[in-house]
Antibody, heavy 116, light 111 residues
């Protein structure tokens, strides 16, 4: 059974940093690209970032470019999102998702709240 | 970069059928999309990938009541024999050159 379990969310002040993690299991992790997708309270889904199977190719939404960094550790079956210079508008539930050419599995998400 | 357009809301009666639309922007009419369902308070769930030809591949456990079709730049999700649990938000997704994009979502109400 495919499982994606996010962690690392919390409350942070504007300008602060957080590192999200996603532990993957139930599939061969390095066979897949991975993504982060967020959902602000009461809003729709917004793609944040994606990474290919070996980390050699990454992409970012314009809204996070230069502030967020996606990475992965295939030996640990883990995906990460380093978030710096956080803003109030980054407040959202962050989902780890399998796939960069169409998500086919979703994690439950970890909540990030940016507030002073 | 493609843009996906969805109606904000739709409604249909229990036991009937409904067809939701996702429209690809100009120049992107051949793109493959994915449909996702998000029931209230839950994580999204992948439903299917849908090609411009109308061919689709559903995710594991997705009921036969869910089907896809295409016409030009439009991608459709049809839900037959509507059940109360089908009341949810439905999102389409596409991708291009290291980017992914989601439509704004359609809120489906089952009457």
């Amino acid at each position: 059974e495919v499982q994606l379990v996010e962690s690392g969310g919390g409350v942070v002040r504007p300008g602060g940093s957080l590192r999200l993690s996603c532990a993957a299991s139930g599939f061969t992790f390095d066979d897949y690209g991975m993504s982060w997708v967020r959902q602000a309270p009461g809003k729709g889904l917004e793609w944040v970032s994606g990474i290919n199977w070996n980390g050699g190719s990454t992409g970012y939404a314009d809204s996070v470019k230069g502030r967020f960094t996606i990475s992965r550790d295939n030996a640990k079956n883990s995906l990460y999102l380093q978030m710096n210079s956080l803003r109030a508008e980054d407040t959202a539930l962050y989902h780890c998702a399998r796939g960069t050419t169409g998500v086919d599995y979703w994690g439950q998400g970890t909540l990030v709240t940016v507030s002073s | 970069q493609p843009v996906l357009t969805q109606s904000s809301s739709a409604s249909a009666s229990l036991g009937s059928s409904v067809k939701l639309t996702c429209t690809l922007s100009s120049g992107h009419s051949s793109y493959i999309i994915a449909w996702h369902q998000q029931q209230p308070g839950k994580a999204p769930r992948y439903l299917m990938k849908l090609e411009g030809s109308g061919s689709y591949n559903k995710g594991s456990g997705v009921p036969d009541r869910f089907s896809g079709s295409s016409s030009g730049a439009d991608r459709y999700l049809t839900i037959s024999n509507l059940q109360s649990e089908d009341e949810a938000d439905y999102y389409c997704e596409t991708w291009d050159s290291n980017t992914q994009v989601f439509g704004g979502g359609t809120k489906l109400t089952v009457l």
